[in-house]
């Protein structure tokens, strides 16, 4: 038998190739693999449900993620999935897989931020588990939450014309984990070593302690609006609009000159010699909610405070691009954070 190599699939490639042909054998299993979450169906409102695995030196860096910061961000990745779904989180529930270097205080520290977390998301955590690791820390997050079947908003609603819009800014994280990475190069083995964020606070706050766009979904619901597709940005822009066109059988046109970019991203950018507009497309872990809604929306749209437009949705055979300042046109790539390749 010809083995693969994983990498070559990739996290989505690696995703299609285990749950092909999958069939659904209970009729509440409303939707199941290949959205921000899962969709069951009880009666009245549905029940939504997401998980995500958290692995040290794959994931986090306890050289310079507080532990606190840690639980919290591992909390709020998976309410942000709950979120693109124009859910309500409701619950979580917590496991881990402990080394022996971690002591009672270390995890009593992850938790609080955990707890922190949940309490400012109005979000109960519900159980659990722990279990012995020989690999440093693994975290592993079960977010549940609900929403009427018809507030639900899938990745595959994008039409022809709609809009494409996202939330708030974009590479901030990527920069601050560029900057975060650089001053742990530069104080390795110096003992008291002061790293300088001065200035830098926004980009490192965005890595270490991203927010979920709660008041996204609030602000659409005070519009009036319902977009049409919808996901959050966790593994770059890029990589999430080759998500809401391959689901929607769509392509999309995107603009250069409307992306969301914070100024101390652009500063970091410029003093590490890095391409900007590469970082905001293909950064990831910005947490931001990308969305598309009907042109009949443009007007509500305008008035967001909260999101931006960026461009919209083509039909499919005309592709996924990008057009620059220049008014030349890249074809979209997803160029995100690949697990499977670092």
Same mark, same amino acid.
């Given at each position: 038998?010809?083995?693969? /190599?994983?990498s ?12 092909? &042909? ?11 693999? &290949? !959205? ?17 695995l958290?692995l ?5 860096? @306890?050289?310079?993620?507080?532990? #606190?910061?840690l ?21 979580v529930?917590?496991?881990? +897989?402990? =080394? %022996? ?6 995890i009593s ?5 955990? %707890? ?5 998301? &109005? $979000?109960?955590?519900?159980g &659990?588990?722990? =279990? ?12 549940? +939450? ?13 039409? !022809?014309?709609?809009?494409?819009? $996202? ?14 990475? #650089? ?8 003992k ?18 991203? /927010?979920? #766009? %709660? ?5 659409? #619901? ?14 770059g ?19 250069? !000159?409307?992306?969301?970019? !914070? ?20 950064? +990831? ?5 990308l ?21 919209h949705?083509?039909?499919? /055979? @005309? ?5 620059? %300042? ?14 499977f390749?670092?």
């Open positions: 038998m010809n083995e693969t /190599e994983i070559t699939l990739g996290e989505f490639g690696l995703i299609e190739r285990l749950t092909e &042909g999958i069939e659904l054998k209970n009729s509440s299993t409303e939707r199941g693999v &290949g !959205d921000d979450c899962a969709v069951l169906n009880y009666g009245d409102r549905c029940t939504l449900v997401t998980t995500d958290l040290e030196g794959i994931h986090f860096d @306890l050289t310079y993620v507080p532990l #606190r910061h639980g919290y961000k591992a909390v709020v990745v998976n309410l942000s999935d709950v979120y693109a779904m124009n859910g309500t989180p409701r619950q529930t917590v496991s881990l +897989g402990i =080394s %022996r270097r971690f002591t009672v205080e270390h520290e992850l938790y609080a931020g955990m %707890r922190l977390a949940c309490e400012h998301y &109005g $979000v109960d955590l519900v &659990g588990d722990t =279990s012995a690791s020989v690999t440093g820390l693994l975290i592993s997050i079960t977010a549940i +939450g609900d929403a009427s079947r018809d507030e639900i908003v899938y990745r595959s609603g994008a039409h !022809d014309t709609d809009l494409v819009c $996202v939330s708030g800014d974009l590479g901030a994280a990527y920069m601050g984990l560029q900057l975060l990475e #650089r001053e742990r190069v530069a104080g390795a083995g110096i008291d070593f002061q790293p300088d964020f001065a200035g830098r606070e926004y980009i490192i706050e965005r890595q270490l302690k991203p /927010e979920a #766009r %709660r008041d996204v979904i609030a602000e659409l #619901r005070s519009l009036g609006i319902t977009p049409t597709a919808m996901i959050d940005v966790s593994d822009l890029s990589s999430e609009l080759l998500h809401i066109c391959k689901a929607s059988g769509v392509g999309c046109r995107i603009y250069e !000159d409307r992306i969301p970019i !914070d100024y101390q991203t652009a500063v970091m950018a410029e003093e590490l010699n890095m391409n900007l507009v590469t970082a905001a497309m293909n950064g +990831g872990e910005d947490y931001e909610l969305f598309t809604v009907p042109l009949s929306c443009y007007e509500q749209v305008q008035q967001m405070k909260t999101a931006r437009l960026i461009g949705i083509t039909r499919q /055979e @005309l592709g996924a691009v990008l057009q620059t %300042r220049d008014n030349s046109e890249v074809a979209l790539r997803a160029q995100g954070w690949n697990a390749t670092e």
